[in-house]
C-alpha cells in the first residue's frame, strides 16, 4: 500500500511505529498532486512550503517522545471558504481572488494545535453556491471515478482530493448538503454536524443558519476522530455549544427509521435497490427497522432556497468593491463602482440566489415569501422530532442519483437544486448527518445518508463504522 492510500488510523500507527516520517508522508501527497491534479483539479491553491514546514515540527514533536495526537503530521485538504491565515481564501470566486486570510479559523487553529500539515486549498461551487463544482470561477473539478462526471458540490475539490488520494482527509461545509452529496458522488464519508457542534468562526458565510464545517474522509472511523478535533465550544462564535463524548451505548440496541416520502418518484431504480440492499443489510447485522413519515418532505426545496438566498443576499451585501477583494473604483458614481464590482465579480449562480433573496426580503414579499418559509422550516423540525421519538436514526439515500456527468444539468437550474432534497432537511432541522458509500450504479458510487438526533453524531459514527466493519 502506498503511503497517500493510508487512512488517518493507519498513517498514525505508522508514524509512530517509526515506519516513514511525516515529511515522507507529506512528500507522497504533493507529489501525487503533482502528478494526478491536472486531471482533477481538486486544488485551488497548494501550499507546498507550509505543508513541508509542519511536517518537520510533526517529525521533530514524534522525535522528542512525547506523547502526540492522532491528527499530528497527517496531511488535510482545506475547502476554499476556511481561512487559513496568508493564504489565499477566494471562495472560487474572481471578487475574492487575490484576498489573503488575515487569521486561522477556529477547526484551522485547533487542527495546527494538534499537529497536522495543510497541503492546500481546494476547488469548489463559488461561495459554496452549486451541486456539481462547476460553478466555480476558474476550472471545474471532476470525479475521480470518471472524469467526464462531476464530483458532487458544494465542497466538490475536497471530496476528490479524499477520493483520489490527493490528501488523507479534508474539511468541507455543508449548507444543504455540500458535504455528504460529493461525499456520496466520490464514494467518501462526508459528516455534517450538529448546527453549532463545530465553530463557523473563520467560514465565509453563505446562509449563517444553516452553513457548518465537517470532515470528509476515507472511513467513518476517520470522521470521528477528525470531528472529536474540531467540535466544541469557540468563544468566537456565539453560536457554538459543547457536545459530550459518550460512546456508551450497545449499536445493535438502535432502532432505525426508514421515511416512506424519500423513497418516491424521482429516485434512481439503481439507487433505490442498492441504498434497499443496504437497509436489508443493516437489519441482517441486528438493527430494528420502522417505517417512518416526513409529511414536509414535498416542501423542502422551495423552504431551502428561500431561506438560503435571502440569508446569502443580506452576507453578500459586504463585497461591494470598498472594504477589500475586487474593486472597479475608477468611476466617480459610487453606484457604478458597486455595479460594475459585483457584476464582474460574482459568478451567474451568485447572481441568480442574490436576486432571489433579495426580492423574498423586499418589503410586500418577506411575509409571504420568507417569513412563511420559516415556519415550514418549524413544520420540517418538528416532522424530525416527532419521528425520532421512535427511533434512534433515519436512513436515506444522501442523493436521488449518482453523479451526473458535467454540464448536463448547468443550463438548469430546478433540476440541480433538486440533488437536495434527502441532504437540505437535515440542514434546515440544525441535525447531525452522515454519507457513507454502500455500492455503485454504472461504476459511479452510491452513498446512504444516517441522520440523529440534535449532537448525537456519536449514533451515526458509531452505526456507520460498524456497517463499514462488517461490510
Request: glycine share 8%.
Amino acid at each position: 500500500m502506498e503511503l497517500y492510500e493510508l487512512t488517518i488510523s493507519q498513517a498514525h500507527k505508522g508514524l509512530i511505529n517509526r515506519e516513514f516520517s511525516c515529511l515522507d508522508l507529506t512528500k507522497a501527497y504533493l507529489e501525487r498532486i503533482e502528478r494526478e491534479d491536472k486531471r482533477i483539479s481538486a486544488y485551488i491553491t497548494i501550499t507546498e512550503d507550509l505543508a513541508v514546514s509542519q511536517a518537520k515540527k510533526a517529525d521533530e514533536l514524534i522525535s522528542s517522545g512525547r506523547e502526540v495526537d492522532v491528527l499530528t503530521g497527517i496531511p488535510l485538504a482545506v475547502k476554499d471558504n476556511i481561512l487559513v491565515s496568508g493564504v489565499k481564501n477566494t471562495c472560487a470566486s474572481k471578487i475574492l481572488e487575490n484576498y489573503l486570510a488575515p487569521y486561522d479559523a477556529a477547526v484551522i487553529k485547533k487542527l495546527k494545535n494538534k499537529g497536522a500539515v495543510i497541503l492546500g486549498k481546494t476547488n469548489m461551487d463559488e461561495f459554496a453556491m452549486g451541486a456539481s463544482c462547476e460553478n466555480s470561477a476558474f476550472f471545474p473539478t471532476k470525479n475521480p471515478h470518471n472524469i467526464d462526471y462531476v464530483p458532487g458540490g458544494s465542497s466538490g475539490g475536497s471530496a476528490a482530493s479524499v477520493a483520489a488520494n490527493l490528501s488523507c482527509y479534508a474539511l468541507g461545509s455543508d449548507t444543504g448538503g455540500s458535504i455528504r452529496q460529493p461525499a456520496s458522488f466520490c464514494g467518501i464519508v462526508g459528516l455534517k454536524p450538529t448546527y453549532g457542534a463545530v465553530s463557523r468562526y473563520g467560514l465565509v458565510a453563505f446562509a449563517s443558519s444553516l452553513d457548518q464545517i465537517g470532515p470528509l474522509t476515507k472511513t467513518a472511523e476517520d470522521a470521528k476522530i477528525v470531528f472529536k478535533a474540531i467540535k466544541g465550544k469557540d468563544e468566537m462564535d456565539s453560536t457554538s455549544l459543547d457536545c459530550s463524548d459518550d460512546y456508551r451505548f450497545n449499536v445493535l440496541d438502535f432502532k432505525i427509521g426508514i421515511p416512506k416520502e424519500y423513497f418516491i418518484k424521482g429516485i434512481e431504480p439503481d439507487v433505490e435497490k442498492i441504498v434497499k440492499d443496504a437497509i436489508g443489510r443493516f437489519e441482517s447485522l441486528g438493527f430494528k427497522i420502522e417505517e417512518v413519515s416526513l409529511p414536509h418532505t414535498k416542501y423542502v426545496i422551495p423552504t431551502y432556497y428561500l431561506i438560503n438566498t435571502s440569508e446569502a443576499s443580506a452576507n453578500l451585501a459586504r463585497y461591494d468593491g470598498i472594504k477589500y477583494g475586487l474593486s472597479r473604483n475608477d468611476r466617480d458614481d459610487l453606484i457604478d463602482v458597486y455595479l460594475r464590482t459585483r457584476g464582474e465579480g460574482f459568478g451567474r449562480e451568485v447572481k441568480r440566489r442574490i436576486m432571489l433573496g433579495t426580492f423574498a426580503l423586499s418589503s410586500g414579499y418577506y411575509d409571504a415569501y420568507y417569513l412563511k418559509a420559516q415556519k415550514v422550516r418549524t413544520l420540517i423540525k418538528q416532522d424530525f422530532e416527532r419521528a425520532f421519538e421512535k427511533v434512534d436514526f433515519i436512513l436515506s439515500p444522501t442523493s436521488p442519483t449518482p453523479a451526473f456527468k458535467i454540464k448536463e444539468k448547468v443550463t438548469d437550474p430546478l433540476s440541480m437544486y433538486l440533488c437536495d432534497v434527502f441532504t437540505a432537511p437535515v440542514n434546515l432541522a440544525g441535525l447531525p448527518s452522515i454519507s457513507i458509500p454502500i455500492g455503485f450504479s454504472n461504476e459511479l458510487p452510491v452513498g446512504l445518508q444516517l441522520t440523529a438526533k440534535p449532537f448525537k453524531e456519536d449514533i451515526i459514527l458509531e452505526a456507520a463504522q460498524f456497517y463499514q466493519k462488517n461490510e
